[in-house]
Structures are given as C-alpha cells and as structure tokens.
C-alpha cells in the first residue's frame, strides 16, 4: 500500500468537512444572519439557495419569513365601570428587519417574551380606560321590537361611542410603535375571548335569572287572565244560551198548547157528541186494564159510552 494514500484520504476528508461548514441554504420561507464570532457581519441574506461562509468563524442564524403566532395569556383585567373580567388574545406577527430583531431580541423565543410584556401591558391599559360594554359589542344595532321578542317592553341597548373593533386598533396600534425598534411588525390584534371572573359571573347569571323569571311570571300572570276572562266568556255564552232554549221550548210549547186547545175546540164546536165520545175512549184507554176493577153507579157518565151504543 502506498504511504500517500491515507495521507489524501484524510485530506479529501478535511477538505470536504471544511467545504460542508462553509456551506448552508436558505429556503422560501427563510432569511439569514451571518454572524463571526457572535457579532453580525455583512447583510441579511433574503435570497433562497446556497450561499457560502467562513468555516468554523462564522455561523448561519436563520428566521422566518412566514407570519407568525403571538399567543397570550389568560388575564384578569379591571374595566373603566369596576368589571373584573378575563381576557385572551392572540397575534400575528413577522420579522421584518433580521439584522435588528438579532441585535435586539436574538431568537422568537426572546422575541415572544418581548411580546408578552408589550401587547399584554397595551392590553390591560386599553381595558381599563373603557366600560366592559364599549369592550363586548363592535357596534350600536338596532334593538329588537316587541313583535320579534314577545315582550312588552322593547329592547333597550345603551349606545356605544367606540366598540370592540377599535379598541383593537388601539392596542395594536400602540404595540406597534412600542416594537417599531425591534425589527418585527405586528399584522394583527384581536380578543380570543372575554368572559367574566366567577364572582361577576354569579351575579350576572343571578341577574339574568331574576329577569327571565319576572317575564315568565308576566307571561303567567297574562295567561291565566286570559283564561279567567275566557272561562267566564263561556259561562255567560253557557247560561245566555240556556236561557233562548228554555224560552224558546216554552214558546213552542204554548203555541202547541194553543193550537190542541183551537183544535179541540174546533172538534167540540162542529160535533159535541163526537168529541166527548173520543175523549171517553182516550179515559178508558188510560184507566182501564185486565187488573183493575171499578165500582160504578149506573147514572155514571163514565159508564154511558159502556152501556149500549147510542
């Protein structure tokens, strides 16, 4: 074996060491800083591909290009009206100066604590300088009517002068300026979520069931005058109604009266003999059967359409 040849292979190999450190990529979404040492050297590199560097002296730092997510912790903030509540949010955010977001924050781990005390701080001073309802509603929308809600009262909302929204804009607003020397931008600041703290929260739903309450003892109330005032609608429709068919049955029944008496009368005008020997029928029909036995003087005028015929 030749003496030289482990001599190049151990060459090639530092050869191809030094060239792989003095080597590194950038992708689409990437941007590097070169540094020496610790300190940046050179311009931030923004174009994707291979790029070349001192071995072993200096080292590729690379940070995104893409958007990127701030989110915050849950808070529990005064409002301007004494409202303890609790807020969330959440931002975005990119890296716009590379050289001055390593000078000044290093990495997004230190770039996300920076965050955390500024968008925080921003937050608790804009809630506190207005009232919880300026805070929940975006907009003054028109109330509802009583057709629509069934109530007797019209819905009434307080105005808002501000709202949610640009409440918003304030904050990021005043965050943006707080981190224009960081070399990051934020794109956007919104709430997560809002929501009273237990105590309030208590209270309020003590409130809200009162006030369903007191409407659903007017509704109650509105019912069961409705079905008192029905019930007796229909007593008085009940006896008013008996009393025409009482009126009406003893109307009918003396004009039927009327013309039996104007009928018998009439029988007993043409034929006097004739009608009471119908009417001694009708009496012996009536009173007489196989069981009963009657006791009679001859004289009788019951007994006179019996003794022979005439």
């Given at each position: ?36 040492f610790?300190e940046?050297?050179?311009e ?9 560097k ?34 969330d949010?959440?931002?975005r955010w990119?890296?716009t ?28 001073n ?21 057709a ?54 208590e ?26 005032r ?30 039996a ?41 019951l ?8």
């Open positions: 074996m030749n003496r030289t040849q482990p001599v190049l292979i151990v060459l090639l190999l530092i050869v191809l060491f030094v060239l792989g450190d003095s080597v590194y990529t950038v992708s689409e979404v990437d941007q590097a800083i070169i540094t020496q610790g940046p050297v050179g931030p590199v923004t174009e994707p591909g291979l790029h070349f001192l071995p072993f002296v200096q080292t590729a730092n690379l940070f995104e290009r893409r958007f990127l997510e701030w989110d915050g912790f849950r808070n529990q903030v005064p409002t301007r009206d004494r409202r303890f509540i609790w807020v949010t959440y931002a990119r890296i100066d590379p050289l001055l977001f390593f000078q000044r924050l290093r990495d997004e781990r230190g770039a996300q604590s920076r965050l955390d005390d500024i968008l925080d701080g921003e937050t608790r804009a809630v506190a300088r207005h009232d919880l309802i300026e805070i929940v509603r975006t907009s003054n929308r028109e109330p509802l009517d009583t629509t809600t069934g109530l007797e009262e019209a819905e009434v909302l307080v105005p808002i002068s501000i709202g949610r929204e640009q409440i918003t804009q304030e904050i990021l607003a005043a965050a943006a300026s707080a981190v224009g020397d960081l070399g990051i931008e934020l794109l956007d600041l919104q709430f997560k979520r809002i929501n009273y703290v237990a105590e309030v929260q209270d309020v739903f003590a409130r809200m069931i009162a006030e369903r309450q007191r409407i659903a003892s007017e509704f109650r109330s509105e019912g069961q005058g409705e079905s008192a029905i019930q007796g609608e229909r007593e008085r429709d009940l006896a008013r109604i008996q009393s025409e068919a009482f009126r009406s049955a003893e109307e009918l029944r003396g004009t039927a009266d009327a013309e008496t104007q009928v018998y009368a009439d029988a007993y005008g043409s034929d006097a003999g004739f009608y009471a020997f119908t009417k001694s029928l009708e009496t012996y029909e009536k009173t007489m059967d196989s069981d009963t036995f009657f006791i009679l003087g001859t004289d009788s005028e007994m006179r359409y019996l003794e022979g015929p005439r």
